[in-house]
């Protein structure tokens, strides 16, 4: 599900993205919460959201459905095969369109009976089962994490959160009607404690999505207000009302800041306040359209029905295709009713209205020339629907085809999916077994260049993806490993691709969401870079390296200049050449999905750039509303705080892939972790990484597992899918973070649900199971840990994580916080397990127990490992090497 973030580009100056979290989707509805991630969301006193258009992931399968026999006129629901003859294709497309209900975040500080006791409540009103995760800091600590609040403060049913945190559950307030629905939970305070702040953030449980302010959690100051960094709410005092009944003051009316008297409703600094701050709860409905071919009167055309369940208006935007090039012409001969042609290039033609039921329906006639019938949905609201971000194709039978027509309409029925993708791919798998069996000869062992080698493994990797591409263009199914060969047991070269590296290299996140505050962070770094090298990690992430608008540098302006809150440029490349004197290699953090403006138009609008690369609005989307974009649509999702760049501009590629291309050379970066590449075609990555040649490169790519009724699926085929089709789009020349495992890592460790570690082919669940290579794991990141704890790993086990990750196929990476911490000589024990084992990317796992509270696997028959509090041993000759809470790990003696 694609979740449209809150807020827009307000002064140029912000970052919001798409929602990362775990979200509990009912079956029926799923909901996400927007909020704010990275950089300073800037909400003036509360100031309201914008209204923008959501972008879509319409996920086409291709599966034969049965529809009603009904052909009458006036409600075209689809033809039975068996019925009409005339019927030569049919496919069903599930479609998915998102509603939203904008609510607001209520905050409101005033004094209780007396001048010492004060009141905090904070409310919503929307539906959801709504918890407030707050704690507070005390005086002379105010920058500090989170404290717990003296027991006196807390609510009557609340909980403990570890050390640090509380989280009391909203109830339904009093004194307000179903009409005007609040939730909310009321804290009190005695401003003669210790007490400067109060902490919070709201989630719904619903969907386990979380609300912030500027990206940072909210902050509710009770001494005064010259710390403010940026998150800090209640700096307006005016005139405001809490809702009440039929939306009347219910008597929490707040006065104008011009008529509080000396030492009225105040206490030392503190004064009374009411404030907004707009939400959106996004609601993902599921509809389908249903499409067939028939055969007309006309023995030599064919028409196209089209009927969907969307309610109210729909358009049909449509062309049709000569050949295989999907090249948009307007057709020729009759068009339907309601059509209109836009601009020379398409027809518009809206759906007529059922009769008897919601939906709409249409009939496209085609001639004997069209090939292709292309199309993409508007609806009433503005919203576009295509086909994961590509449009809607449907192929033509030809003639060979007519006079079978049932081979299309059932041909899954027919053909074994497995016999057809066989039939594609046989010739590339002898070509590799071929190249496998050369590399592996002994006498080719000895007069092979390492260099040689390491073209014919390139080689190799580059068949394997084309296979894998064929396979899951042809069956649309799980990818299951092709068996016919085993792998061989060389020792790799330096490098195999840029995916990869030497596959078998152990990452490390070198900063957090706190490191751009020192200003001096290279060089922090820099004395770390030797104990890092002893510890065995073999590539580094460093932060996001360009001038930016927001502090951690998610938000990139001018990308030429590399002085950063992080340190200068100079500082920079001392860092990267110290990592290379000690075997390093370092990965940048590339933000290529978006890019802040320098300049606005003669709207007023944020969205011409200045520096080096100054583009005008010819480089921004045209399909986000916030940035009047003169591109083409949007190949990805929006990210709707800054302008998104549309990578299908060849001037656009080519100056990134030149900036790429730049930095490998000035700065000597090796690899790239690429930001929000849900924002962008993968095929594009895929030419930057031809363009700029990196060692390792991984894709941020994160979306929503699947959950039913709060519970989250143990078939989780469908998220893993989505990063393994990205993947796939770059032509495997990306890897990505296995952002699957770490989910199913939550539910199986927090809940003592170890079998979810096994997927129903008894392999790893995450993309680890489906193409390791490419699957970068990891357990906590500087968005879902550090201080921004969007999706911390369970607390106290993190332990089970690493050794899961260490001791897995994949790259795994360490976490700053995690190696920096307690954990350091158990992590440092796990990385040394994995390196004298030469577990790498592509090791077998044999799974040998996988239950409620035990998880067991066998990796490359050298290490068993296992996890959880219930009991397993290994069979056989291994000795222990290392245990610790709730893990154990053993080598082959």
Not at 141 to 153: A, L
Not at 407 to 435: C, F, G, M, Q, W
Not at 596 to 603: D, S, W
């Amino acid at each position: 599900m694609a979740t449209v973030p809150l807020g827009t580009h307000f002064n140029h100056c912000c970052r919001l993205e798409t929602t990362k979290f775990p979200r509990n989707y009912r079956k029926s509805k799923r909901y996400s919460l927007c909020y704010s991630r990275k950089g300073t969301f800037m909400v003036k006193n509360g100031a309201k959201s914008c209204k923008f258009r959501p972008s879509f992931d319409c996920r086409v399968l291709s599966t034969t459905v049965r529809a009603s026999s009904n052909t009458s006129s006036s409600d075209t629901a689809l033809l039975d095969a068996a019925v009409s003859d005339d019927v030569i294709f049919r496919e069903t497309f599930p479609l998915q369109r998102i509603e939203k209900v904008e609510g607001k975040i209520l905050i409101r500080l005033d004094k209780g009976k007396d001048e010492e006791n004060w009141q905090l409540t904070i409310g919503c009103n929307l539906p959801g089962k709504w918890v407030l995760h707050w704690g507070v800091n005390y005086e002379n600590d105010i920058d500090s994490e989170w404290d717990q609040p003296p027991v006196d403060m807390i609510p009557l049913n609340s909980i403990t959160i570890k050390d640090y945190a509380i989280e009391t559950r909203l109830t339904k307030s009093s004194i307000v009607t179903e009409e005007d629905l609040i939730y909310e939970v009321k804290i009190d305070f005695n401003t003669k404690s210790s007490i400067a702040a109060i902490n919070f953030v709201l989630k719904d449980e619903e969907t386990g999505s979380w609300y912030q302010y500027r990206g940072r959690d909210f902050k509710v100051p009770l001494v005064n207000f010259s710390y403010d960094d940026g998150n800090t709410v209640g700096t307006k005092q005016g005139f405001a009302t809490w809702p009440g009944t039929s939306g009347q003051s219910s008597g929490m009316m707040l006065k104008s800041e011009n008529s509080i008297s000396e030492g009225e409703n105040e206490s030392g600094n503190l004064k009374e306040f009411y404030e907004e701050h707009s939400i959106v709860k996004e609601t993902l409905i599921e509809n389908s359209m249903n499409i067939y071919i028939k055969r007309s009167s006309e023995a030599s055309n064919n028409e196209v029905h089209m009927e969907t369940d969307i309610p109210g208006d729909v358009i049909v935007h449509w062309g049709v295709c000569k050949d295989d090039n999907k090249k948009w012409e307007i057709p020729s001969g009759q068009y339907p009713d309601n059509t209109s042609v836009f601009k020379n290039k398409a027809l518009r033609t809206q759906l007529q209205q059922k009769e008897s039921e919601n939906g709409s329906y249409g009939v496209f006639p085609l001639d004997k020339e069209t090939a292709g019938f292309l199309f993409v949905l508007k609806l009433q609201d503005n919203t576009w629907i295509n086909n994961k971000g590509n449009d809607f194709h449907i192929p033509i039978p030809n003639k060979n085809t007519i006079e079978n027509p049932q081979n299309n309409i059932s041909k899954s029925s027919e053909t074994d999916p497995e016999e057809v993708a066989a039939a594609y791919t046989d010739e590339i798998i002898d070509e590799i077994r071929h190249l496998v069996t050369g590399i592996s000869s002994t006498s080719n062992r000895k007069t092979k260049s390492k260099e040689a080698q390491e073209i014919i493994l390139q080689e190799i990797e580059k068949l394997a993806a084309e296979a894998y591409s064929i396979y899951r263009s042809s069956v649309q199914s799980s990818p299951e490993n092709i068996e016919g060969f085993k792998a061989v047991d060389v020792e790799p070269p330096v490098k195999v691709t840029s995916a990869t590296g030497s596959g078998f290299e152990i990452l490390f996140q070198g900063f957090n969401w706190e490191s751009n505050k020192s200003g001096r962070w290279y060089m922090e770094l820099q004395e770390k870079v030797e104990e890092l090298a002893s510890l065995g990690f073999t590539v580094v992430w460093l932060p996001p390296p360009t001038e930016s608008i927001s502090p951690e540098g998610y938000m990139p302006r001018d990308l030429y200049n590399l002085n950063s809150r992080y340190g200068n440029v100079e500082e920079l490349k001392a860092l990267v050449k110290k990592f290379h004197q000690v075997g390093i290699r370092v990965l940048g953090d590339a933000v290529i999905n978006h890019r802040c403006a320098h300049y606005q138009n003669q709207n007023g609008v944020w969205n011409i750039f200045g520096g080096l690369l100054n583009w005008d609005d010819r480089a921004v989307v045209a399909d986000d509303p916030h940035f009047q974009g003169r591109g083409n649509k949007s190949s990805g999702d929006n990210f709707h705080a800054a302008p998104n760049i549309d990578h299908s501009q060849e001037f656009v590629r080519k100056d990134l892939g030149e900036w790429l291309c730049w930095l490998r050379k000035e700065i000597g970066y090796d690899g790239w972790r690429l930001d929000y590449v849900r924002g962008f075609w993968g095929g594009y990555v895929k030419e930057y990484m031809e363009t700029s040649k990196p060692y390792f490169s991984v894709g941020e790519y994160w979306d929503s597992l699947s959950y039913t009724y709060g519970e989250m699926d143990h078939n989780q085929d469908a998220h893993r899918q989505r990063i393994v089709d990205w993947i796939n789009a770059t032509n495997g020349s990306a890897g990505a973070f296995d952002v699957t495992t770490k989910g199913i890592l939550h539910s199986a460790i927090e809940r003592c649900e170890y079998w979810r570690l096994s997927d129903s082919n008894g392999k790893p669940p995450g993309v680890l199971g489906w193409w390791p290579s490419r699957a970068v794991t990891f357990i906590e990141n500087h968005d879902t840990g550090s201080t921004q704890g969007h999706w911390r790993f369970p607390g106290g086990k993190e332990m089970q994580g690493y050794v899961y990750i260490l001791t897995h196929p994949g790259t795994p990476s360490v976490f700053y916080d995690h190696m920096f911490s307690r954990y350091k000589s158990e992590i440092s024990t796990l990385i040394s397990i994995r390196s004298r084992n030469k577990i790498q990317c592509r090791s077998t796992v044999e799974i040998v127990k996988a239950d409620r509270d035990v998880y067991a696997a066998v990796i490359d028959k050298k290490v068993v490992m296992k996890i959880g509090p219930g009991h397993y041993e290994p069979n056989g000759d291994w000795k222990m090497a290392a245990q610790g809470n709730d893990y154990k790990v053993w080598e082959a003696s």
